[in-house]
T-cell receptor, first 111, second 110 residues
């Protein structure tokens, strides 16, 4: 089992550029989510999905899009990058009501 | 709005000491509670999960308790070691969402 994988590990973008952060899990978990971690702010939920074809917003969804076409994959799209989106992004997955497994993170810098 | 608070924000102890990390939450309608460890520059590693019907969980030198009525959880670490140095995060699950505390930075001195 690879667990939860994220690509890329590091990314630098210029303001206004778009990109997709990839997340995949091989544990057949129905629940997947995206968080951002900022100093002094802790981890905050961006978007989540309870199964293929079902997504919903978390605490800080503005500027991000998600889709869930398969159980395994849950990509996060930045539509037009802004410096405020400089952060570390984590993807997580779980069975409902069980422990959540986190990926290693993507460090994003927007200049 | 659900909020999770962790106290203390940082803690430095000598090796071998027993210690307690605290977590409090404002909404008792939690589904479960999870404690994580995060090493610098790394992802989160799950330590313990307590479901809402449970009061505590143990794994090795770690014991976590949950008191929904008082809105509190504690993580007890016995006989601390330098390898325990990390940031410890608690998170409450409400519906389909995890709400995190800001974490406690633990340093165990040898």
């Amino acid at each position: 089992n690879a667990g939860v994988t994220q690509t890329p590990k590091f990314q630098v973008l210029k303001t206004g550029q778009s990109m997709t952060l990839q997340c995949a899990q091989d544990m057949n978990h129905e629940y997947m989510s995206w968080y951002r971690q900022d100093p002094g702010m802790g981890l905050r939920l961006i978007h989540y999905s309870v199964g293929a074809g079902i997504t919903d917003q978390g605490e800080v969804p503005n500027g991000y899009n998600v889709s869930r076409s398969t159980t395994e994959d849950f990509p996060l799209r930045l539509l037009s990058a802004a410096p405020s989106q400089t952060s570390v992004y984590f993807c997580a997955s779980s069975y409902r009501g069980y422990e959540q497994y986190f990926g290693p993170g993507t460090r994003l810098t927007v200049t | 709005k659900q909020e999770v608070t962790q106290i203390p924000a940082a803690l430095s102890v000598p090796e071998g000491e027993n210690l307690v990390l605290n977590c409090s939450f404002t909404d008792s309608a939690i589904y479960n509670l999870q404690w994580f460890r995060q090493d610098p520059g790394k992802g989160l590693t799950s330590l313990l999960l307590i479901q809402s019907s449970q009061r505590e969980q143990t794994s090795g030198r770690l014991n976590a308790s949950l008191d929904k009525s008082s809105g509190r959880s504690t993580l007890y670490i016995a006989a601390s070691q330098p390898g325990d140095s990390a940031t410890y995060l608690c998170a409450m699950e409400y519906g389909n969402k995890l709400v995190f505390g800001a974490g406690t930075i633990l340093r165990v001195k040898s």
